[in-house]
């Protein structure tokens, strides 16, 4: 296979379509339908995905929730102000975080959050410069991180979230997200019962979004690329419906990157999927065979990301950037809390 180069997948992209908040009605954003095979395209509202649904396919929906793991704090001693972005639980109390400014936090130094209503020590720097901190505190920890915590948009929303919960999923249960799963945002619990009712089987499996997820592909060379790593939950129940759905002859429908990359990743050579959890650090670029998923529900994606390789690999990346650049023509909202396309 030739070289693949991350700038082979770059677009341009006017800042302004950015989008930097929520739509008032979630189902209301546009869908951009992508014929994997041909290329071509349509343009839809989001809330006609059911159109495209039939009886007997299986929506697949990472049921993840997104914690509000921005804090802002002091320093102990000298009061110097600090924002901390918890990455991940290690041990009970103890996080692996992400510290600005981080110079100032070495090891052994004390944070305050919310007037000693939560407490911090470094303990050490590990990799990429994040730190371990222990934290110390009376109550619940989630229930002190839920009035303290803000969400932790990413770095291109420069807008202050005014409503939290539009950052997560309707059918978000299991804590542990830096980053929202976002083409489920695009869903409301009417339009998945109108599925329901149509006889599409909803299925929920679950991964842990970290930030790593916007974390750009700094080599030219895109096979020496690294990725994070996130923890991923398939239960034996799931399982058992995808691979059963697939026998009968239904088709498996990934809400978002995060989903795809689950069942890929729990999958088997002949395409099975396993129950089980673990950790993945799958990365889907083009010449990548896909075992599960049959359609992919997705949002629009930055320029030179894994995640538009990950799509390329599906469509075929001349298609994802022709469509890319009709979405850009058509002023599509992107990112985030932008709109959504289909790839079928």
């Known amino acids: 296979m030739t070289e693949l180069k991350t700038s082979d997948f770059y677009f341009d992209l006017p800042e302004e379509l950015i989008a930097q908040d929520p739509l008032r009605e979630r ?15 349509e343009h839809h509202v989001f809330r006609e995905i059911k159109e495209y649904l039939r009886p007997g396919d299986c929506l697949v ?11 802002f704090g002091c320093k102990a001693d000298t ?3 600090v924002e901390v972005l918890l990455l991940k639980r290690r041990e009970k109390d103890i996080w692996e975080t992400l510290v600005k400014p981080g110079k ?3 090891p052994g130094t004390h944070l305050v959050f919310g007037e000693g209503l939560l407490k911090g020590e470094v303990l050490e720097t590990v990799e990429e410069g994040n730190r371990l901190i222990r934290f110390s505190y009376e109550g619940i920890f989630e229930e002190i991180l839920d009035k303290l915590g803000e969400m932790p948009l990413p770095p291109y ?3 202050k979230l005014q409503d939290k919960n539009r950052y997560q999923t309707v059918y978000a249960k299991y804590e542990g997200s830096a980053a929202a799963p976002t083409a489920g945002l695009h869903f409301t619990k009417e339009l998945l019962k109108e599925l329901e009712d149509k006889g599409v089987t909803l299925v929920y499996v679950t991964l842990h979004v970290g930030l790593g997820t916007f974390r750009p592909v700094k080599v030219e060379n895109v096979l020496e690329h690294h990725m994070h790593s996130e923890y991923y939950e398939v239960t034996e129940e799931a399982a058992d419906t995808i691979n059963r759905i697939k026998t009968e002859g239904g088709r498996v429908i990934c809400v978002g990157t995060t989903s795809c990359r689950t069942l890929e990743s729990a999958a088997d050579a002949n395409g099975k999927v396993r129950a089980g959890c673990g950790n993945t650090e799958i990365f889907i670029y083009p010449g990548y065979r896909f075992k599960v998923l049959d359609a992919l529900i997705t949002n629009f994606h930055l320029p030179e990301s894994t995640l538009v390789m990950l799509v390329s690999a599906l469509a075929g990346r001349e298609h994802v950037l022709s469509a890319y650049e009709e979405a850009v023509r ?11 396309m289909l790839i079928y």
């Open 61 to 71: 929906l990472n049921n993840t929730k997104v914690i509000p793991a921005r804090l």
């Open 330 to 340: 058509e002023r599509y909202r992107f990112f985030s809390f932008g709109d959504a």
């Open 104 to 106: 100032r936090c070495k």
């Open 79 to 81: 009061g110097g102000t």
């Open 27 to 41: 189902s209301s954003s546009r869908l951009l339908f992508l014929n994997k095979e041909t290329g071509e395209t």
């Open 157 to 159: 929303i420069t807008h």
